[in-house]
């Protein structure tokens, strides 16, 4: 009797085990940022404060420390022009993001989408937007990136042929499939605001990307309350919605009618942080 149990239990754990291994291979729009990389190199110099107080990377990252342990991360990997290369970006990128889905081709085309003036290289600031999109899309602060980085996005992808004023709706879909963002539920969610042929203007930019966001959010609650195979992770709940209410006028504080073009210098509370950052812990 002790042998028939023990033999269904391993029949038992063995489909188990393949049930698990084809829903990772079919759920391909997952994304892993490298926590050692991240906390070990990028973070180091964070103070023992905020990393009490800012409990994910994604919090730590927006401290004053955690800004000024990037500025020290950043001068010590970029090139003498204070800049990355694409062959750069990607060596760097690659040790970063770890989700199978997030392949060599996805970062290089977020790189060319990002760098709108077709210069080769990008800065500090694209580079710390960029790696707050990562930290984002996995703690579940996409709503909370839009609104600090939205218009800086928006300003690096903006043609210049077209004035920096519009951009195409292929950006979005680029935007959210770097960070293994289903692209049908984009296709779907985004046509029932814009005609894909039409070009968006920064309002309409956020309008459609915080739409998005918000539906995403509220897919991924509904798809963490339905059964899921045991041993998988499930990912940090999203925040909620209030917190980036479309009302809210801070994130339209921009005059869309005289939208300029930002360089790649640094921009917003990244420019006046030094490079430690604070207190730093050693």
């Not at 800049?83 to 760097?92: A, S, Y």
């Not at 602060?141 to 992808?157: I, S, T």
């Not at 980036?244 to 300029?260: C, E, I």
Request: aromatic residues 10%.
């Amino acid at each position: 009797m002790y042998g028939n149990i023990k033999q269904r239990l391993n029949r038992t754990a063995k489909r188990t085990k393949t049930e698990i291994s084809a829903f990772r291979k079919s759920n391909c729009m997952e994304i892993e940022v490298s926590v050692y990389v991240v906390k070990k190199e990028i973070l180091k110099y964070v103070s023992s404060s905020d990393r009490l107080i800012a409990d994910d990377l994604y919090s730590q990252l927006y401290t004053m420390s955690g800004m000024g342990s990037f500025r020290r991360w950043y001068k010590g990997v970029c090139n003498s022009n204070r800049t990355l290369t694409k062959v750069e970006f990607l060596g760097i990128f690659r040790d970063i993001v770890l989700g199978a889905s997030l392949r060599e081709a996805t970062l290089l085309e977020l790189f060319d989408l990002v760098d709108g003036a077709l210069r080769g290289e990008i800065g500090l600031g694209e580079t710390f937007m960029i790696l707050g999109l990562f930290l984002a899309r996995v703690d579940g602060y996409l709503l909370l990136w839009l609104h600090r980085h939205g218009v800086q996005f928006f300003d690096a992808v903006a043609a210049p042929q077209l004035n920096g004023r519009f951009i195409k709706p292929a950006a979005v879909f680029t935007l959210f499939n770097s960070v293994a963002v289903d692209l049908s539920f984009v296709l779907r969610e985004l046509t029932r605001l814009y005609p894909l042929h039409a070009l968006m203007s920064v309002k309409q930019f956020h309008v459609a990307c915080f739409y998005v966001m918000s539906q995403f959010n509220t897919h991924q609650a509904t798809a963490l309350a339905s059964p899921r195979p045991a041993g998988l992770a499930s990912p940090r709940p999203p925040i909620p919605l209030v917190q980036d209410d479309p009302s809210d006028s801070r994130l339209f504080s921009y005059n869309t009618g005289h939208h300029r073009r930002r360089t790649s210098t640094l921009t917003g509370d990244l420019a006046g942080v030094g490079d430690g950052g604070g207190c730093v812990a050693m």
